[in-house]
């Protein structure tokens, strides 16, 4: 006879030696962000205006070979919502500003 209660283990036994080892994570150079979008942007394939402050999902890079006074430069990567074409931007910490980068234009 098996009741409810044994049925909904929650407790399982986990081995002393493997409950306290330490797992290594693997640092992502890209991560999801959610992003909103700075300013009114176009894109250039099929000419669709993407409003400020609308929310994506982007893939946030760390621009590798740039720095302004050992600033981080980051490059988001997303798609636009009309014809799904890459459009790309790039911090400016120089103007406090985005710099429009691929297939999109202010």
Request: net charge positive; hydrophobic share 35%; charged share 30%.
């Given at each position: 006879?098996?009741?409810?209660?044994?049925?909904?283990?929650?407790?399982?036994?986990?081995?002393?030696?493997?409950?306290?080892?330490?797992?290594?994570?693997?640092?992502?150079?890209?991560?999801?962000?959610?992003?909103?979008?700075?300013?009114?942007?176009?894109?250039?394939?099929?000419?669709?205006?993407?409003?400020?402050?609308?929310?994506?999902?982007?893939?946030?890079?760390?621009?590798s070979c740039e720095n302004y006074l050992d600033l981080k430069i980051f490059r988001f990567y997303f798609k636009c919502t009309n014809c799904k074409k890459g459009i790309s931007l790039k911090?400016?910490?120089?103007?406090?500003?985005?710099?429009?980068?691929?297939?999109?234009?202010?």
């Amino acid at each position: 006879l098996v009741l409810m209660s044994e049925r909904k283990c929650f407790n399982k036994f986990q081995n002393p030696e493997e409950q306290f080892k330490k797992k290594k994570k693997k640092f992502q150079k890209n991560f999801l962000v959610r992003f909103m979008i700075p300013f009114d942007l176009v894109c250039k394939n099929c000419l669709w205006i993407l409003r400020q402050g609308k929310k994506i999902n982007a893939l946030k890079e760390k621009v590798s070979c740039e720095n302004y006074l050992d600033l981080k430069i980051f490059r988001f990567y997303f798609k636009c919502t009309n014809c799904k074409k890459g459009i790309s931007l790039k911090t400016n910490p120089e103007n406090s500003n985005y710099q429009p980068e691929i297939n999109c234009k202010i």
